[in-house]
């Protein structure tokens, strides 16, 4: 990843404007900032979330709060708790996310 042309700047999360994303089961609410190509995204996923498909874009993604399970098209699967984060390239390992409790999560992609 290339970071270019970005001027130094600060993000009040609480006033980003939220959108909401339907999963197969629960919501996703993301607040959204877009840098040049790199997104970055505070997520929070309603307790009993499931993903509605496999993604297959690279993300870099903290958990700060909650719990999540990420399960890989291959049948593995990771459990993150706040302070713990993943990476995953673009196209690399097809993965969907779930959790039973909700999660906030930010994410660099």
Request: aromatic share 10%; net charge negative.
């Amino acid at each position: 990843m290339e970071m270019k042309d970005i001027p130094f700047g600060t993000t009040d999360w609480a006033k980003i404007v939220p959108t909401e994303h339907k999963g197969e089961t629960g919501m996703a609410t993301w607040r959204t900032q877009q840098f040049g190509n790199i997104r970055v995204r505070m997520v929070e996923y309603s307790a009993g979330y499931l993903a509605d498909h496999w993604c297959e874009k690279g993300h870099i993604l903290l958990c700060l709060e909650g719990e999540l399970h990420t399960e890989l098209a291959d049948g593995r699967e990771f459990v993150l708790t706040p302070g713990t984060s993943y990476q995953v390239a673009d196209h690399a390992e097809p993965h969907r996310s779930y959790t039973k409790v909700g999660a906030k999560l930010f994410i660099v992609d």
